[in-house]
């Protein structure tokens, strides 16, 4: 049974920054993708951040030069550092995993993602 836990969350003024951290336990595939999606109040969920057990990280354009994904393969754990955070990154933010490694261009897609984590909000004001 695999179960993703967030930590990190918090509230913060623009400008600020916030360090999430996702862990996966019960996990045992050794290739996978894993990263972070969004959902904003009265939004649809979209995605973030994403890197696979290559290495390979995709970003969504609107965080792209503010969020860095990085992982710690060996733990099954990714962070996200975000800086200069702004009002319309609020939203509730979910960790995602998938057992195996994802193309590039559905890497941001969260239907190709089978593991969730209850998610960790996130407020800039």
């Known amino acids: 049974h695999v179960q993703l836990v967030e930590s990190g969350g918090g509230s913060v003024q623009a400008g600020g920054f916030l360090r999430l951290s996702c862990v996966a336990s019960g996990y045992t595939d050794s290739r996978y993708s894993m990263g972070w999606f969004r959902q904003a109040p009265g939004k649809g969920r979209e995605g973030v951040a994403t890197i696979d057990s290559d290495g390979v990280a995709a970003y969504a354009d609107s965080v792209t030069g503010r969020f860095t994904i990085s992982q710690d393969a060996a733990k099954k754990m990714v962070n996200l550092q975000m800086n200069n955070l702004k009002p319309e990154d609020t939203g509730t933010y979910y960790c995602?995993?998938?057992?195996?490694?994802?193309?590039?261009?559905?890497?941001?897609?969260?239907?190709?993602?089978?593991?969730w984590g209850q998610g960790t909000q996130v407020t800039v004001s």
């Open positions: 995602a995993a998938v057992g195996h490694i994802l193309q590039c261009g559905a890497t941001l897609v969260q239907n190709n993602f089978k593991h």
